[in-house]
C-alpha cells in the first residue's frame, strides 16, 4: 500500500446523509459495504456516475468474457501498485477462473507462459499503461482473438482499473478486514 492510512477516511453507516444512503444501499444488500465505496460516498454525484460506469466494465455487456477482464484489471491494479485494486480483484479473479498461479503471473507479464490470447491482452495493458496507446503490433495481435467490441472494452476496461487505482492510492484507501496485501505490492 503506497499509505499507511486514509487521507480520505471511508465514512461509517451512521455518519451517511440520505444521498449516500442511497449510493451505499444497493451495495449493502449484496454484503458488506467494502471501504472504496464508503470513501467514495463522500461525494454521491460523482459515486453514482463512477458506479454506473464500472458496472458497465464488470457486466456482462463488457465483451470480453469474466476472466480475460479479470487479467486485465488485475494487471492494471499491478502496474499502477494498488495494493487494494490487486487484493480485491484477487478474490474475484479466482470466482472468473483463473487460478493461483496466474494470478502470480500476472505480475510477470505477457512472456511468464500464457497462451497467445492471453499474453496479447497482458502486452495491450502493458502498452496502454506505458504510452495510453496500444501499438499498432499488439493491436494486430488482438485481432487474431478479440473483435472489435471486444478490443474496445480492453480499453475502457483499462481506463476505469487505471482511475480506480489512482484514486485507492491517493485516497489512501486501506485494505478491507481479513484481506492481505501481496507482499509485492508493500512500500507501495
Not at 480520505?8 to 444497493?26: C, F, G, W, Y
Not at 464488470?58 to 485494486?85: M, Q, T, W
Not at 489512482?166 to 508493500?186: I, R, Y
Amino acid at each position: 500500500m503506497r499509505l499507511s492510512k486514509p487521507r480520505i477516511a471511508p465514512l461509517e453507516m451512521s455518519e451517511l446523509n440520505e444521498d449516500q444512503k442511497a449510493i451505499v444501499a444497493p451495495i449493502a444488500e449484496r454484503g458488506p459495504v467494502l471501504n472504496i465505496f464508503m470513501t467514495m460516498a463522500r461525494d454521491p454525484a460523482a459515486a453514482k456516475a463512477f458506479l454506473a460506469w464500472g458496472n458497465y466494465i464488470l457486466s456482462r455487456k463488457n465483451g470480453l468474457p469474466a476472466r480475460e477482464r479479470e487479467i486485465v484489471i488485475l494487471r492494471i491494479g499491478y502496474l499502477c501498485k494498488s495494493g487494494y485494486e490487486f487484493t480485491q480483484h484477487t478474490r474475484i479473479g479466482l470466482q472468473s477462473g483463473l487460478t493461483e498461479d496466474e494470478i502470480e503471473r500476472i505480475k510477470r507479464g505477457a512472456d511468464a507462459g500464457w497462451s497467445e490470447a492471453d499474453a496479447v491482452l497482458i502486452r495491450a495493458c502493458d502498452d496502454l499503461n506505458r504510452n495510453h496507446f496500444v501499438s499498432d503490433a499488439v493491436w494486430a495481435e488482438l485481432g487474431r482473438f478479440y473483435d472489435d467490441k471486444q478490443k474496445m472494452d480492453l480499453v475502457y476496461t483499462v481506463g476505469q482499473y487505471t482511475q480506480v487505482s489512482m484514486l485507492l492510492n491517493s485516497f489512501g484507501v486501506q485494505l478491507d478486514k481479513g484481506q492481505t496485501l501481496d507482499p509485492e505490492l508493500k512500500g507501495y
